[in-house]
């Protein structure tokens, strides 16, 4: 939601899932940030989400919603929940099982990208939960999967948390 000085705008918003003990998992594990997280921005992390934005040149044409007048926020909060009922339902249902997160977590594609965000992140997280769900010996095995196809920075960002994650 945007203040447009006499306005207030709607963009679609980030839909989400957030496994606790995977988040809670995975943030106990990561480096120290330079500046100490508070509580709040770990309970604002999502396991699995998406932006109901369209990207590159198709975001010209997103969705919003411009109030100009009180009268107006019954009939534009219809339409905008209807919008994002629309989108964030069928995902809520394909993610409600939390093999079905593992199994997006553990790919490594563009579509894996756009819901589970960079490499190394996305990794770290399909770790966690592979552990949770199966054990000690199965989120090694993915470790050492996603550590092939990790480079750079992010492999070097992946490897350490690893290192201290499956002690």
Do not use: C
Request: hydrophobic share 45%.
């Amino acid at each position: 939601m945007r203040n447009r000085g006499e306005a207030i705008e709607l963009d679609s918003p980030y839909v989400a899932v957030r496994l606790d003990a995977v988040e809670d998992f995975v943030s106990r594990f990561e480096p120290p940030p330079p500046v100490p997280l508070r509580a709040v921005d770990l309970q604002a992390r999502s396991t699995i989400g998406f932006r109901l934005e369209p990207k590159g040149i198709a975001a010209v044409f997103r969705k919003s919603w411009l109030m100009l007048e009180d009268s107006e926020a019954a009939k534009i909060a219809t339409e905008f929940v209807a919008h994002v009922m629309s989108k964030a339902v069928p995902f809520w249902d394909r993610f409600s099982d939390a093999r079905e997160v593992l199994r997006m977590l553990s790919r490594d594609d563009e579509e894996s990208r756009i819901y589970g965000g960079p490499d190394h992140f996305r990794a770290e997280k399909a770790v966690g939960l592979a552990l949770l769900l199966e054990g000690t010996d199965a989120a090694r095995k993915l470790a050492e999967k996603k550590k092939s196809a990790l480079r750079g920075d992010q492999l070097l960002a992946f490897k350490s948390w690893a290192e201290r994650a499956l002690v």
